[in-house]
């Protein structure tokens, strides 16, 4: 039989705990006691507002927040990082509880949010968070939508798990890991079958693994596993809240289209702060160190100007540190990265105006794509899967 609205699928072992669903359903029984859950009585009740079916229970979650309000998605250079950081509303549910239910906006489903554990620095002045936070209630997909369905952050390990049923009905399920040294990237495809049992979809499964998430993706390549990549894994990314995550770094961008020009308020503070890091004062050279750093996308296009051989010795190593920190592509050249169509396509994305009106003026004239200068997400998405 074809399918056409599958339910949700078991999550993989390793994000059962104690190695059964049915634990984990367990707890949610519990904990919803004070949420005020109760039973479905009627049969032609299918819906009841406000409240999330779970394991056959009308559950109502403690409160709606964003995934911002539980999770911190920080990408620093070429590298991602993952962090639990729960809000002060998100901190007072949890307070007490081992386990909460919420709702997540832009999100369909109920989500479990387990904190786990917190790991405190030796001055107790900051503290690591881990914890789960998992998708739970009884929803059917929504063919073509790419859902997220799990955030799991341990202390040397993170994985974000989502799924997206096609079209034909077959399941594509995308893993994003980050351990210790590396990033992996498991993207797999069920085969679906019409009601004739003929195969209009063939299962496929690639993985990518690299030091940094850039390395699997980097602009100019046609593998097409690097571009299911590019199509699963961004629009993940940007669900957590990191619309920039596939985007070219400042100095990319300023390198590849280095005809726009800095404004002139960024040139008089770039002035400042090179004065300020020659300073005799240790604390008026941390200032600008930090100001630098804080500041380098609108910073960037000057600082990319400056003769470094000019500078003084620490100033020139704190310049040269902000720049590189601000590329991900620092070993294409200028020509390299506008002769790529993912890096101009990807430079849409970018907050200044000029940069991406010159994407698009190169894209039409050396691809032929009409692009607008506003896209949204989408829109871009769907420029990446053009030939």
């Excluded at 369905?149 to 993170?158: E, K, L, S, W």
């Excluded at 096609?166 to 993207?187: N, Q, W, Y």
Aim: charge should be positive.
């Amino acid at each position: 039989m074809k399918r056409t609205t599958p339910r949700l699928g078991p999550m993989p072992r390793f994000f059962r705990p104690c190695g059964m669903p049915a634990a984990l359903l367990c707890v949610i029984a519990v904990s919803s006691i004070s949420q005020a859950s109760f039973a479905q009585t009627s049969p032609d009740a299918f819906t009841r507002p406000g409240h999330k079916l779970i394991a056959g229970l009308w559950t109502k979650p403690l409160a709606t927040v964003d995934f911002a309000d539980i999770l911190q998605l920080e990408s620093v250079g070429r590298d991602l990082r993952f962090q639990i950081n729960p809000s002060k509303q998100v901190e007072q549910l949890i307070r007490g509880r081992r386990a909460v239910l919420i709702e997540i906006n832009d999100s369909r489903f109920g989500w479990h949010f387990d904190l786990q554990s917190r790991v405190w620095n030796p001055g107790r002045t900051s503290a690591a968070n881990f914890g789960r936070l998992l998708a739970v209630s009884e929803e059917t997909y929504v063919p073509g939508v790419l859902e997220l369905r799990a955030v799991i952050i341990t202390p040397r390990r993170t994985d974000i798990v989502a799924q997206r049923v096609e079209p034909t009905g077959a399941i594509t399920s995308v893993t994003l890991t980050r351990s210790d040294a590396a990033i992996s990237i498991d993207i797999k495809r069920d085969e679906a079958r019409d009601q004739d049992q003929n195969v209009v979809a063939p299962a496929f499964a690639y993985q990518f693994s690299a030091p940094h998430f850039w390395a699997a993706t980097q602009s100019g390549s046609a593998n097409e596993a690097v571009r299911a990549a590019r199509e699963f894994v961004g629009p993940m990314l940007r669900q957590l809240g990191d619309r920039q995550a596939l985007t070219p770094g400042p100095s990319d961008i300023y390198r590849a289209f280095d005809d726009v020009e800095p404004l002139p308020a960024a040139r008089q503070l770039v002035d400042t702060l090179l004065a300020d890091l020659s300073n005799t004062d240790p604390a008026s050279r941390n200032r600008a160190a930090i100001e630098l750093r804080q500041a380098s996308t609108q910073l960037v296009p000057s600082l990319l100007r400056i003769d470094l051989d000019s500078l003084t010795q620490g100033s020139r190593l704190v310049v040269q540190k902000v720049i590189d920190d601000a590329s991900r592509y620092p070993d294409q050249t200028p020509q390299q990265l506008r002769s790529s169509r993912d890096f101009l396509v990807e430079s849409l994305r970018f907050p200044d105006r000029k940069v991406r009106q010159r994407a698009a003026d190169i894209l039409r004239s050396q691809f032929q794509i009409d692009a607008p200068i506003d896209p949204s997400d989408r829109e871009i998405d769907q420029l990446h899967l053009k030939a």
